[in-house]
């Protein structure tokens, strides 16, 4: 798209602008290219400009419509000549382009300050994502890619890449708030992205009730729904890694950018080595690696990512208890064995699912995920197909955390849950010391103490606030553990004690809740927030208390 910068030389801008319709009307000028073309000769061109015109190619699919037109454009570092989706109808060229290391810069700086205003960010996520992690792509063709991804003897073997781990770390800082993916692989759980808030539309490796769609399926139903709700409620979107070829899922990045040129959103954010149709109506158009720019994005906000591997939180065995219905669904009055040892019988319970109602039997366990063999229905043959569940799936179920289950046991035992409860009850024992006399028992402890330190110390950074939390003095007797959960910033952020004065120091800048998870030596455990404060000095400048039931 072209327009016009109009120059008060020698003419008045009603005049210019009679030129400019002349030439258009005589075919001189074309409109509809991406640089100025004159059709005719050089001496039409020379008087244009002696006429005070000057014609500027529209910067906006290379910046985004709220780019600074003065920004160098992006440059072409791999070209190719075939269409990155034509079997989608999308003919854009597979070219590979970077910004200028400054440009990008200053675009993150946007990004960043936009994230912090949100609040209802979403991502969208495509098969660029994952590339580097060795999960080949259908929109790159250029021989000359940059992109360098490990070979994989399976795709199953892929690791998160760096940009996985920093939507994460989005995550927990509160700001993004739901995950749409195209890509089945789960990498973002692996990399921690809790299940509860990740919409699998294309279908997933790890969940043997949402097989993958093919390109001329459908997609089920309830995941629809829940896709079409966030798409009304999100007013950012960060749309990494995908060609936005007409899949039916893109109206998670299309809705935000058409609600953001009416000034109803914040907008949407596209982050790609490629070309997309949605290029000029996007708010940010970011030409780059997504590790290279995750990187610089945390940097602007103060994040940071773990480096420990994501391991489930499970009990230990293959017998997990979940608040779940005969029918797979959330139920806060029951609870569910989930019977996950070998050759136990399982089926799908979901009636949205492609394979409603298939049974089949656990096979085996490999990286925490369990291998199930369940039967189904092809060519009008039952055919035992091998399908993987992730543990995260569990581990959500046991939180309660998901609406409905993927698998559960043939004939599941289910007990009220006043009836679990007695049969899992908290711990609660006063030992007798040995010393006193066998009628003499201690006097139940009521609550423990968490008090918190700070120092304001020399620093050429601003991170010039010592804090320290540690428990009363007082309490230390009744505790054999403490659990402090940090801001994901803290490397690590999650610090366990387990000897007096169960005390952690680190040094900082800001204030944030620290959770505090304290194990009783009766085995009682007992939580609690506290707020830290930098408002004074001193050995207990804040106390929280935990009170025990």
Request: glycine share 6%; hydrophobic share 35%; charged share 25%.
């Amino acid at each position: 798209m072209i327009f016009y910068e109009v120059h008060f030389c020698n003419h008045s801008g009603d005049q210019v602008e009679d030129e400019v319709e002349r030439h258009l009307a005589e075919g001189s000028l074309n409109r509809s290219s991406n640089v100025v073309e004159l059709i005719g000769d050089y001496l039409i061109k020379m008087d244009m400009i002696k006429r005070g015109l000057r014609l500027i190619e529209d910067t906006s699919k290379w910046h985004g419509f709220k780019g600074d037109s003065s920004w160098k454009l992006p440059k072409l570092v791999a070209a190719s000549d075939q269409a990155n989706r034509a079997d989608q109808g999308n003919t854009i060229k597979a070219n590979e382009y970077l910004d200028d290391p400054n440009v990008l810069d200053a675009k993150m700086t946007i990004i960043a300050e936009m994230i912090k205003r949100s609040e209802n960010l979403i991502t969208y996520t495509g098969a660029g994502l994952s590339r580097a992690s060795g999960i080949p792509d259908y929109a790159s063709k250029s021989k000359d890619s940059i992109i360098k991804a490990p070979k994989l003897k399976s795709n199953l073997d892929a690791e998160p890449t760096y940009a996985h781990h920093c939507l994460t770390a989005l995550h927990k800082a509160g700001y993004l708030k739901h995950y749409v993916q195209q890509n089945h692989d789960g990498l973002p759980q692996k990399a921690g992205f809790p299940q509860e808030n990740m919409n699998e539309i294309h279908g997933a490796w790890f969940d043997p009730s949402n097989p993958v769609v093919q390109f001329s399926g459908s997609l089920r139903g309830d995941l629809f729904k829940w896709m079409e709700q966030v798409e009304r409620e999100a007013d950012m979107c960060l749309c990494l890694g995908t060609s936005l070829s007409g899949m039916n899922a893109d109206r998670m990045a299309n809705t935000p950018a058409k609600k953001s040129l009416r000034g109803e959103a914040i907008g949407t954010v596209i982050i790609n080595l490629q070309q997309t149709p949605l290029d000029d109506k996007c708010v940010i158009r970011v030409f780059a690696e997504l590790d290279v720019a995750f990187k610089i994005l945390l940097q602007k906000l103060g994040l940071a990512i773990s480096d420990r591997p994501y391991t489930p939180n499970l009990p230990d065995g293959h017998i997990y208890w979940i608040p779940y219905n005969k029918k797979g669904v959330k139920d806060d009055s029951v609870m569910m064995k989930l019977d996950m040892t070998l050759e136990s019988d399982i089926c799908i319970p979901h009636p949205k699912a492609m394979n409603a109602n298939s049974v089949g039997k656990v096979k085996g366990m490999r990286d925490y995920n369990y291998t199930v063999c369940i039967l189904e229905s092809q060519k009008g043959f039952q055919v035992g197909v091998n399908r993987l569940f992730g543990a995260w799936w569990i581990e959500s179920a046991i939180r309660g955390a998901i609406p409905s289950i993927p698998i559960i046991n043939v004939n599941p035992e289910i007990i009220p849950m006043e009836q679990w409860q007695e049969m899992h009850p908290c711990k609660e024992e006063i030992k007798d010391h040995e010393m006193l006399d066998q009628e003499e028992v201690k006097t139940p402890i009521e609550s423990v103490s968490i008090i918190q330190s700070h120092e304001i110390v020399p620093s050429t950074s601003s991170n010039q606030h010592k804090w320290g939390l540690q428990v009363d003095p007082r309490d230390e007797e009744n505790v054999s553990l403490v659990e402090y959960v940090l801001h994901p910033t803290f490397n690590p952020p999650m610090i366990q004690c387990t000897q007096p004065p169960f005390r952690i120091s680190r040094l900082g800048w800001g204030t944030f809740d620290v959770g505090c998870n304290v194990t009783l030596k009766s085995g009682r455990q007992i939580q609690a927030i506290h707020k830290l404060t930098f408002e004074v000095e001193g050995d207990n400048v804040r106390s929280t208390t935990l009170q025990i039931d």
